[in-house]
């Protein structure tokens, strides 16, 4: 089955800094990759999403990227804000119906 | 968001009772999935549904058991809880693409 690796396991930046999180996976056959946010003692929430066939998308500060190749894809926050602080999530899959394989997160903090 | 709730949001049970925690979509889509989030672990699919009558299981399934009579509602069973199904349990939807989750039960098994 998929592997989805998820690097750092924290992160802390400084207010306006930016924060890149990375993620891998084994399966050449996952074609699509969301991010999810998760704050404290909620839902994780989706924040962007990328597929298999775009390298990479932008919505405002958030950006994806991703090389298929190398079968990598991070996820960048640009001007960090406190509200940015969270536990984010990657994930992979294939089609729809397809259970997600999910990274083990990424604690952010974002220092005032 | 709020088309998707999960009963109760916070269980305390004892070891060996069986519990069951709902899952219910006030949408139509075909696909639900129960997953378990424990510390660094992330989520991990417990099982899901393509349809009513229609289920699979997750890489941790053992323990657990769901049915899918009707499409709106998703339940999950412990059969005899464990101390080690002590976690937060979200249901989730996929209209298409995208998994939406729930709100979360967060369980304790003493």
């Known amino acids: 089955g998929e592997n989805v690796e998820q690097h750092p396991s924290t992160l802390s930046v400084q207010e306006g800094d930016s924060a890149v999180i990375k993620c891998t996976y084994s399966d050449s056959a996952s074609n699509y990759f969301p991010w999810y946010k998760q704050e404290l003692g909620k839902r994780p929430q989706l924040i962007i999403d990328i597929r298999s066939n775009v390298g990479e998308k932008k919505d405002q500060r958030i950006a994806v990227t991703l090389n298929k190749t190398a079968k990598h894809f991070s996820l960048h926050i640009t001007e960090t804000q406190p509200e940015d602080s969270a536990v984010y999530f990657c994930?992979?899959?294939?089609?729809?119906?397809?259970?997600?394989?999910f990274g083990t997160g990424t604690s952010l903090t974002v220092i005032p | 968001d709020a088309g998707i709730t999960q009963s109760p949001r916070y269980k305390i049970t004892e070891t060996g009772r069986q519990v069951t925690l709902m899952c219910h979509q006030t949408?139509?889509?075909?696909?639900m999935f129960w997953y378990r989030q424990d510390l660094g672990h992330g989520l991990r699919l417990i099982y899901y549904s393509a349809a009513a009558d229609i289920t699979d299981k997750g890489e941790v399934s053992d323990g657990y058991v769901v049915s899918r009579s009707k499409t709106e509602n998703f339940p999950l069973t412990l059969e005899s809880a464990t101390r080690s199904q002590t976690s937060v349990y979200f249901c989730?939807?996929?209209?298409?693409?995208?998994?939406?989750f729930g709100p979360g039960t967060r369980l304790l098994v003493l």
């Open positions: 994930a992979a899959s294939k089609t729809t119906g397809n259970q997600f394989y």
């Open positions: 949408w139509s889509h075909s696909y």
């Open positions: 989730a939807t996929q209209p298409q693409e995208t998994q939406y």
